[in-house]
């Protein structure tokens, strides 16, 4: 009987201990990899902060701007994908053959960017987003502020 009652109350208490861990439930780790933000610098660990009719960026929970969902103008997605060299040649000092398997790797690096007009007061920036959290987040922006992500990748630049 002391084990059903105590089986219980971890099946209720660990759910509740797990949601109460998350301080908010649309938050995201994300770098800060640039834009016309003054007070962060590139490479910089930030959280972005999604909610029904506004967007945080918040650094050491000091929030850096809030943008209005309705004066988002632009939401935009790229990639980056990179081989990994450096941790080939280091594995390969140790074992040739993993070094070369992984020289034929390659990592992907996913960026969202949000441009904003606000009256007088415009701007942007671009993050570097987790690859398990990317989809996530361009789907919150998009509800909050009904545009649809455009895809940098497939825009062709002509100079």
């Not at 790229?78 to 060299?85: A, F, L, M, Y």
């Amino acid at each position: 009987m002391l084990k059903r009652i105590l089986a219980a109350l971890l099946c209720i208490s660990v759910p509740v201990l797990a949601h109460a861990a998350s301080d908010e439930p649309n938050s995201y780790k994300v770098m800060y990899d640039g834009g016309s933000l003054a007070n962060i610098k590139a490479g910089t660990d930030a959280k972005l902060i999604i909610h029904p009719t506004e967007v945080l960026l918040i650094k050491d929970k000091v929030t850096l701007v809030t943008i209005p969902a309705d004066k988002i103008t632009e939401i935009s997605y790229g990639q980056d994908v990179h081989r990994r060299i450096g941790a080939a040649i280091g594995l390969a000092v140790i074992s040739l053959g993993i070094g070369a398997l992984m020289a034929f790797t390659k990592s992907k690096k996913h960026y969202i960017g949000i441009t904003w007009s606000d009256g007088d007061k415009k701007g942007g920036f671009a993050v570097q987003a987790d690859k398990s959290d990317y989809r996530g987040q361009l789907t919150a922006l998009e509800g909050i502020t009904g545009k649809k992500a455009v895809d940098s990748d497939a825009m062709n630049v002509k100079n």
